[in-house]
């Protein structure tokens, strides 16, 4: 079946460093891949939508230049955070969507980031 | 707009009870999916089912049901005979044309 790997599973930063994530389609090609973010205890908030060699799209209130993402080939997507504050502190979660079949969204395991 | 309301928080049963987990959600699509996922304190999701508009048949998976309902927008997920390692949060997600949206979800602590 599908499978999405993303790394790591934690990280731990300083205030004001950058930690990049990745988020892989292992034995699909995905078109579009999700990123989300999960406070403790709360639901998973979309945070963008990127399409492979284009820009992403993200939701209202989601600083862009904070979380810049890049989506350079069918198989990986990246999510930066930039300058990254303990309230960027959260557990993100990647999704890549295959348009076609019956992969419809596979999830990875998920980042838990911690900014002290 | 496309929402999700899972409106119970914390559901707590005793092992062996049944329980249901409710879901309403709103798009304006008439083509959609529909998700439930479990995620365990790890926080990995765990994919449970995916239901199309077009496929009102209710599903049973061992000790999993689900019954979809177009005309009431719901799509309840029974678990019978729950037991300890059921314990966890479960998400209710709408897919539509445009993305994937999360209801609230529901912690379902089950005691021994």
């Not at chain 1, 790997?5 to 994530?21: F, R």
């Not at chain 1, 990127?50 to 990246?78: C, M, P, R």
């Not at chain 2, 409106?7 to 083509?31: F, M, N, P, W």
């Not at chain 2, 994919?47 to 599903?59: H, K, M, V, W």
Request: charged letters at 20%; glycine letters at 6%.
């Amino acid at each position: 079946g599908a499978v999405v790997s993303q790394h790591p599973s934690w990280v731990i930063c300083k205030s004001g460093t950058s930690v990049k994530i990745e988020c892989r389609s292992l034995d699909f090609q995905a078109t579009t891949m999700f990123w989300y973010r999960q406070f403790p205890k709360q639901s998973l908030m979309l945070m963008a939508t990127s399409n492979e060699g284009s820009k992403a799209t993200y939701e209202q209130g989601v600083e862009k230049d904070k979380f810049l993402i890049n989506h350079a080939s069918l198989t990986l997507s990246t999510l930066t955070v930039t300058s990254a504050h303990p309230e960027d502190s959260s557990f993100y979660i990647c999704s890549a969507y295959s348009g076609q079949g019956n992969y419809g969204y596979t999830f990875g395991s998920g980042t838990r980031l911690t900014v002290v | 707009a496309q929402k999700v309301t899972q409106a119970q928080t914390e559901i707590s049963v005793v092992e062996k009870e049944d329980v249901t987990l409710d879901c309403v959600y709103e798009t304006r699509d008439t083509t959609y999916y529909l998700f439930w996922y479990k995620q365990p304190p790890s926080g990995e999701l765990v994919f449970l089912i995916r239901r199309n508009s077009f496929d009102e048949q209710n599903e049973i998976s061992g000790r999993y049901s689900w019954n979809f309902q177009k005309s009431t927008s719901s799509f309840n997920f029974t678990i019978t005979a729950s037991q300890v390692v059921d314990s966890a949060v479960y998400f209710c997600a709408l897919r539509d044309y445009n993305d994937m949206r999360f209801g609230a979800g529901t912690r379902l602590t089950v005691k021994p």
